[in-house]
T-cell receptor, first 115, second 113 residues
């Protein structure tokens, strides 16, 4: 199976700790996206990469959040000094930039719980 | 401002009957729409999409209808099966070269056996 994978699937941490999530996109996809989903809401865009370049960041992405995609393949999302409000499902998606609208395919998500 | 709206948080349908899930949007510049299905503890799974140059797209039991004048789209599932029970999201990419999707809040479908 060559779908989008995310690690870990679940993370429980104490407030103030740093956490890092990893996303491995579908291998031929050059675009990678991070979204956040909270209960009762749809996924909300955080940031996206085209190859290794981070091209857009949402204002939801405070300075405690940083994302990287160093070699244009996997990506990491780090949250520093976690707060209880960071508790959410963090979703990664990837797509291939084509001539028409590209479809984003999502991974299983990382559920973060901040105590 | 919620640019993509799903006003029905839940829907129950008998197995074998039609399920109709609705989505409204406010941005007339949207030109592509997608439906995703999400099971608990999993990521959204792509179901079907439609371009604004069409008013209907069909894939097996799933059909999406687009009414541009009403800024409304709907997903029809016929016949509904218990395995279709999930949360369904409609989404649209923001126009003008950005690739982020705007999602609705979802409709939880329960198909009763």
């Amino acid at each position: 199976d060559t779908g989008v994978s995310q690690d870990p699937r679940h993370k429980i941490t104490k407030r103030g700790q740093n956490v890092t999530f990893r996303c491995d996109p579908i291998s031929e996809h050059n675009r990678l996206y991070w979204y956040r989903q909270t209960l009762g809401q749809g996924p909300e865009f955080l940031t996206y990469f085209q190859n290794e370049a981070q091209l857009e960041k949402s204002r939801l992405l405070s300075d405690r959040f940083s994302a990287e995609r160093p070699k244009g393949s996997f990506s990491t999302l780090e949250i520093q000094r976690t707060e209880q409000g960071d508790s959410a499902m963090y979703l990664c998606a990837s797509s291939y930039a084509g001539l028409v609208s590209d479809t984003q395919y999502f991974g299983p998500g990382t559920r973060l719980t901040v105590l | 401002d919620q640019q993509v709206k799903q006003n029905s948080p839940s829907l129950s349908v008998q197995e074998g009957r039609i399920s109709i899930l609705n989505c409204d949007y406010t941005n007339s510049m949207f030109d592509y729409f997608l439906w995703y299905k999400k099971y608990p503890a999993e990521g959204p799974t792509f179901l079907i999409s439609i371009s604004s140059i069409k008013d209907k797209n069909e894939d097996g039991r799933f059909t999406v209808f687009l009414n541009k004048s009403a800024k409304h789209l709907s997903l029809h599932i016929v016949p509904s099966q218990p395995g279709d029970s999930a949360v369904y999201f409609c989404a649209a990419p923001l126009p003008s070269g950005t690739y982020k999707y705007i999602f609705g809040t979802g409709t939880r479908l329960k198909v009763l056996a």
